[in-house]
């Protein structure tokens, strides 16, 4: 059988799922070197329940922040909520006192009425309190959670870029994204706690009234619901930490399968399949271990209904020892009955919330470590000085770049000058260090040997901002904004205030009628997924993509395979374009276009990080090197 017909065979084998090796199964992430671990790994219990007064501070904070008004009106309406349950139980303990003893049984009656009344007034007072406690909480808690999230949000968007290739920085950060959900149940549990709290305070003072044994004994009768509790909280906030690169893995894994524009490859390539039995299989291993942990806490919850069971016939027997021994009396006695039901309510949801705040803490905590912590570790903290205004020239002297987990530099010892009014093309193969490059002259990564310099001035020591205030970036993988079409080439930053500037630069680049036809001219909204929105074909978002940079007018323009997707007739206006624009700025193109390369006035050949060739288009093409090579390879196609 002959190679083509081996080949043929297995193709028709594999289409009729005859002698097809099984899909294999994802492997389990392993986190190689994750510095941020869940909240509770390096606590103790003790330092854990003492982190809880912290946390609920920091919610405060923010709550205090966004809208005092209401958190006064929610502390007071707690504390008068509070102060009505006393008054309840105290005027219970008065009727009781009155209605159990001795005369007929109206004039009883009548003597207790104002007793009645008072609980009536105390009542209705702590129902409004309580209303009003829950319209204050639900004014403030969505936007708590909101300015957690905002917090998460710049937090991120503060980060070196080569945080994002960090070990773990992933799964830390989803973690943290956890956190800012259970911040929203946080803020309920923490008004309930201190609800119940406040109502559990005058619940004892009522208690320790009748007989100061009772106290104790109800603090006993509760306290094994709450170590459950606490224990319940520790195994699921552990299943959640070790869940959490598989989680992240298959939530990149469901944005993969759901975009529209992977839709045709995954059709036309038959991979529904797979990648459903890679979903499936690790939604299985999360689950799997969720309904472990289950066990777990149904263990630790009926070990705590027994021992709470025997604690609480306690309480009971010792109130009944009392009555029976003469030690109260019986209207004492009845007055006990409803003060202990209700400490044993307020004590009860004092723990149950006590331990929902446990648990809400154990996953707010891994935000805060991280909007804190790790975050401020990575944040872009470079000097306060100034990058040069319009660089003449930028110098990379001896610079090696490494990626994280690489063992060979993608930079490796490069020493290369940029000057202003030249057209410098970078080309090389895959993997030759061209974008890093790009990456480098633009401050978006820093060296690890070496220096970057504008006009003499090493980018390490310029806040960062005021170098890509002059920069013009048109990335390999730029990003399709969902904003209107005005604003995904103005990038929020308009230079005048009408829209004549933005017409002109897509006249430049070619894109002036498509736009025109667009349903809503600049305001049409560049997202097919929305409503009344729509999209541009690949060609098209790339001169979109160049637009942003020729709008900018940047004193440095740096274009990564600007015009991979555009036809023959748009790659020679856009590169037309940049050659005109060019006297004013820097300008840097990284193109595997070589034919493209013959606008540049000087072309750098890269290999393995390094520069193997420089010269012009024509001292090049028949230099006998790689880019000869690769030219001649580009013509053969």
Not at 61 to 89: E, T, Y
Not at 212 to 239: C, D, F, N, Q, Y
Request: glycine share 10%.
């Amino acid at each position: 059988m002959s190679v083509v017909e081996g080949l043929l065979k297995g193709a028709q084998g594999r289409r009729d799922g005859v002698g097809r090796p099984p899909m294999p199964e994802p492997r389990e992430p392993t986190e190689k070197r994750a510095r941020l671990r869940s909240a509770f790994e390096d606590a103790s219990f003790r330092g854990m329940c003492l982190n809880i007064p912290s946390l609920l501070a920091d919610i405060a904070k923010m709550a205090w922040a966004i809208d005092r008004r209401d958190v006064l009106v929610l502390v007071g309406c707690q504390v008068l909520s509070g102060v009505s349950a006393a008054v309840v139980l105290a005027a219970v303990g008065e009727a009781m006192a009155l209605l159990v003893g001795g005369g007929p049984v109206s004039e009883r009656v009548r003597q207790a009425l104002p007793a009645l009344a008072v609980l009536a007034l105390a009542a209705g007072v702590g129902r409004v309190a309580s209303g009003l406690a829950a319209w204050a909480v639900a004014r403030v808690k969505p936007r708590v959670m909101s300015a957690a999230d905002t917090a998460l949000v710049e937090a991120m968007v503060s980060v070196e870029v080569a945080a994002f290739n960090r070990a773990g920085f992933a799964e830390e950060h989803e973690r943290a994204e956890t956190g800012v959900t259970r911040c929203d149940r946080m803020f309920s549990d923490a008004q309930a706690f201190i609800a119940a709290l406040v109502r559990l305070v005058t619940a004892f003072g009522v208690v320790t009234a009748l007989h100061p044994l009772m106290l104790p004994v109800l603090v006993l009768a509760v306290m094994p619901s709450g170590v459950g509790a606490v224990t319940e909280a520790k195994i699921e906030h552990r299943t959640n930490y070790l869940n959490s690169a598989n989680r992240n893995l298959r939530g990149m894994m469901r944005s993969h399968v759901t975009a529209s524009n992977l839709a045709d490859e995954v059709r036309a390539n038959s991979m529904r399949s797979y990648l459903l039995f890679w979903y499936r299989t690790l939604s299985r291993r999360n689950d799997e271990r969720i309904v472990r942990a289950a066990g777990g806490q149904l263990r630790a919850n009926l070990a705590a209904a027994a021992f709470g069971g025997m604690c609480l016939c306690g309480a009971w027997a010792t109130l009944v020892w009392l009555t029976v021994s003469g030690q109260v009396s019986l209207a004492v006695s009845a007055t006990a009955v409803v003060a202990v039901r209700t400490a044993l309510g307020s004590l009860s949801n004092a723990v149950g919330y006590c331990a929902a705040l446990f648990r809400s803490t154990l996953f707010l905590g891994d935000w805060k470590r991280f909007v804190d912590i790790t975050t401020a570790e990575l944040e872009m903290s470079r000097g306060g000085g100034r990058a040069p205004r319009c660089p003449e020239t930028i110098r990379v002297e001896e610079v090696t770049y490494c990626y994280p987990g690489r063992t060979r530099p993608a930079i490796d010892g490069l020493s290369l000058t940029f000057r202003r009014g030249e057209v410098v093309a970078v080309v090389g193969e895959n993997g030759s260090g061209k974008s890093t490059l790009t990456r480098l002259i633009t401050g978006l990564n820093l060296a690890d040997k070496g220096t970057v310099l504008w006009d003499g001035v090493d980018l390490a020591g310029v806040a960062p901002e005021t170098v890509w205030s002059q920069t013009g970036l048109v990335p390999q993988f730029f990003a399709r904004w969902p904003l209107p079409c005005r604003e995904n080439i103005t990038l929020g930053q308009p230079r005048t205030w009408d829209d004549e500037a933005v017409w002109e630069v897509l006249e430049t680049v070619g894109l002036r009628q498509a736009v025109q036809e667009l349903p809503e001219g600049l305001d049409t909204l560049l997202a097919r997924e929305m409503w009344g929105g729509v999209t541009l074909s690949g060609g098209q978002w790339q001169r979109l993509a160049c637009a942003r940079a020729v709008y900018r007018q940047p004193a440095v323009l740096v274009l990564d395979e600007p015009t991979s997707e555009m036809d023959a007739r748009g790659e020679h206006q856009i590169f037309q374009v940049l050659k005109g624009m060019s006297q004013d700025r820097i300008t840097v193109i990284v193109t595997h276009q070589l034919e493209n390369t013959k606008i540049a006035d000087r072309i750098i050949v890269m290999e393995r990080g390094q520069i193997i060739e420089e010269g012009s288009f024509d001292q090049l093409v028949k230099g006998g090197g790689l880019f000869e090579e690769l030219y001649e390879l580009g013509r053969d196609r």
